[in-house]
């Protein structure tokens, strides 16, 4: 009889899967066979680039440091920057993607865990000075994000004041900064409300639940791509599938439950940040089956938990695979989709 491709890719991952942590090499390298993948998302005016892909607040070698910097997705629109999330080391990957900070026009945020907002503030102030004294006075930066949004805003303006009024009092900086970055708060909606329009973009938010955390996902539609975003969410308590039901694309965080687990467990862990890691994530199968239910027919697995590159990408796939049978793409900083 021969073999499918499904019952391949969950052999692979059951072969990785009994090896245990003890698989996941430390730097470890890329194998041969994941090269780059065409893009078939990005179309059109649209241009999708993975800026991060590691999801955690942990930076260690074992999660995937050394390789993978903290969530974050770049959307390109006529070169006009729409940025999810901004995960640790999400500002200098712009620069490595061949674009200029100045161009990043929204900031939309899906919660502010440390590992989704690590760089908010260096990406808001930097965009600031790349644009220094620009000749277009409308430029401007807006951010978006739930409950939480506002206290950032003003946490981030105490903490960096010296250089802000520095850099607009006595090195003549225009427009000021609150002249430049407007950020918007709104409550997680239950179902779905809209966040802004315009002719390049359409972004709607609905609520998930990530614990006792705030958060939302997203759904972005472009001239191009319909595109729904996950942000961190738990298996249960929300309308996630039936929000990103007929999308092109789905891009939804993972992860390796049982290997994180017997990891942390060995480290002596509290138990209850374990807890938080299984009930307010979601695993292979649960991403497979909001997949399957949403109709969608491709599968963006980013903010992976965890991100070592000993767990090569046949792994994340064999895992969903049992759940889920359209295309399946695992996210690499850098990487157009």
Same mark, same amino acid.
């Given at each position: 009889m021969a073999t499918t491709r499904r019952e391949m890719l969950v052999a692979a991952a059951g072969g990785l899967l009994t090896a245990g942590l003890g698989g996941m090499l430390?730097?470890?390298?890329?194998?041969?066979?994941?090269?780059?993948?065409?893009p078939?998302?990005? #179309? *059109?005016?649209?241009?999708? !680039?993975? =800026?991060?892909?590691q999801g955690g607040q942990q930076i260690s070698q074992l999660t995937g440091a050394g390789v993978r910097c903290g969530t974050s997705v770049l959307i390109d629109v006529d070169g006009v920057l729409t940025i999810l999330d901004c995960g640790c080391g999400s500002t200098h990957r712009i620069a490595e993607a061949g674009?200029?900070?100045?161009?990043?026009?929204?900031?939309?945020?899906t919660h502010y865990h440390q590992d989704h907002v690590a760089e908010l503030g260096?990406?808001?102030?930097?965009?600031?000075?790349?644009g220094r004294n620009g000749l277009d006075k409308k430029r401007r930066l807006d951010v978006y994000g739930p409950t939480g949004t506002k206290r950032?805003? #003003? *946490?981030?303006?105490?903490? !960096?004041? =010296?250089?802000?009024n520095d850099q607009q009092t006595k090195l003549g900086q225009r427009p000021y900064f609150n002249k430049f970055a407007f950020w918007h708060e709104f409550k997680p909606p239950l179902h779905t409300k809209k966040i802004f329009s315009s002719g390049k973009w359409d972004i709607r938010a609905t609520r998930v639940k990530h614990g006792g955390m705030p958060a939302?996902?997203?759904?972005?539609?472009?001239p191009d791509v319909d595109m729904v975003f996950s942000g961190d969410r738990g298996r249960k308590g929300d309308n996630f599938a039936s929000f990103a039901k007929g999308a092109d694309v789905l891009f939804h965080e993972i992860i390796a439950e049982g290997l994180v687990v017997s990891n942390l467990t060995a480290q002596g862990q509290a138990k209850s940040f374990i807890s938080h890691l299984v009930n307010d994530h979601c695993n292979p199968e649960t991403v497979g089956r909001v997949a399957t239910k949403a109709g969608v027919g491709t599968l963006v697995l980013y903010h992976l938990i965890p991100g070592n590159p000993?767990?090569?990408?046949?792994?994340?796939?064999?895992?969903?695979?049992?759940?889920?049978?359209?295309?399946?793409?695992?996210?690499?900083?850098?990487m157009v989709v």
């Open positions: 430390v730097n470890a390298p890329r194998a041969s066979g994941e090269t780059e993948i065409t078939v998302i990005s #179309k *059109g005016r649209t241009k999708i !680039v993975i =800026l991060g892909s674009y200029d900070l100045n161009q990043v026009r929204n900031i939309i945020i260096s990406m808001a102030s930097f965009a600031w000075s790349t950032y805003e #003003k *946490g981030f303006k105490q903490s !960096v004041w =010296l250089s802000i939302v996902g997203y759904r972005i539609r472009t000993g767990l090569v990408d046949a792994f994340w796939k064999g895992q969903v695979a049992p759940y889920y049978d359209g295309e399946v793409i695992v996210a690499r900083d850098l």
